[in-house]
Nanobody, 119 residues
Framework: QVQLVESGGGLVQAGGSLRLSCAAS????????MGWYRQAPGKQRELVAT???????NYADSVKGRFTISRDNAKNTVYLQMNSLKPEDTAVYYC?????????????WGQGTQVTVSS
């Protein structure tokens, strides 16, 4: 019954910003590690960022310093703030809930939200 619903995607020019949101239900959100992944056309799905229940974060090298993952446990929501966007950030972005004891391993996935960065 875990459900993850992403929002906030859209079209933005290079150098711009977007904030993605993921609303979670069906679990004890505050103790679950969460993540963001993305898949660009013709490329493999890749990790963007993860955050544990305790707030520890991990980022892909390609987004480090530009993207920030955060969570609001009162709202059962995880965010991905994306700044200084580049065309190569264009992808479908997926919210995940990670497997217990394995914060780097997704267990549940949202449907995804499209992010398109124009040059």
């Amino acid at each position: 019954q875990v459900q993850l619903v992403e929002s906030g995607g859209g079209l933005v020019q290079a150098g711009g910003s977007l904030r993605l949101s993921c609303a979670a239900s069906g679990s004890i959100f505050s103790i679950k590690a969460m993540g963001w992944y993305r898949q660009a056309p013709g490329k493999q799905r890749e990790l963007v960022a993860t955050i544990t229940g305790g707030g520890s974060t991990n980022y892909a090298d390609s987004v480090k310093g530009r993207f920030t993952i955060s969570r609001d446990n009162a709202k059962n929501t995880v965010y991905l703030q994306m700044n200084s966007l580049k065309p190569e950030d264009t992808a479908v972005y997926y919210c995940t809930q990670q497997r217990r004891g394995y914060p780097g391993t997704p267990e549940y996935w949202g449907q995804g939200t499209q992010v398109t960065v124009s040059s």
